[in-house]
């Protein structure tokens, strides 16, 4: 299993970016997606999850009604749209997938995941 990130970038407070998880190698019918970010001397933390069971997304209390998760099974892609980003939302973001019929509720913590991509960087200038 391979997961990319891509799309992250400098942007001014206020503006958006939308973020993609490519995966490649995955037959797992089952299965949640998160997006974490970790920005520096800070602890890695949950953004988003989405489940392919469906349901609605989990989001974490900062980001929410900013952020939206979402994804295109025909290209094996998730994506995090991002708008009305903030200084503090600067970090390194990572996707990742965890396998399993697994409600995202309980999915909060990095190492409930299987599998990670290598990140890629957003920074919100003031």
């Known amino acids: 299993v391979q997961l990319q990130a891509f799309g992250g970038g400098l942007v001014q407070a206020g503006g958006s970016l939308r973020l993609s998880c490519a995966a490649s190698?995955?037959?797992?019918?089952?299965?949640?997606i998160a997006w974490f970010r970790q920005a520096p001397g800070k602890e890695r933390e949950r953004v988003s999850c989405?489940?392919?069971?469906?349901?609605?997304?989990d989001y974490a209390d900062s980001v929410k009604g900013r952020f939206a998760i979402s994804s295109d099974n025909a290209k094996n892609t998730v994506y995090l749209q991002m708008n009305s980003l903030k200084p503090e939302d600067t970090a390194f973001y990572y996707c990742?997938?965890?396998?399993?019929?697994?409600?995202?509720?309980?999915?909060?913590?990095?190492?409930?995941?299987?599998?990670w991509g290598q990140g890629t960087q957003v920074t919100v200038s003031s």
């Open positions: 989405i489940s392919s069971r469906g349901g609605s997304p």
């Open positions: 190698g995955f037959t797992f019918d089952d299965h949640a």
């Open positions: 990742a997938v965890r396998v399993g019929v697994v409600g995202c509720v309980f999915l909060v913590d990095q190492y409930e995941y299987n599998y």
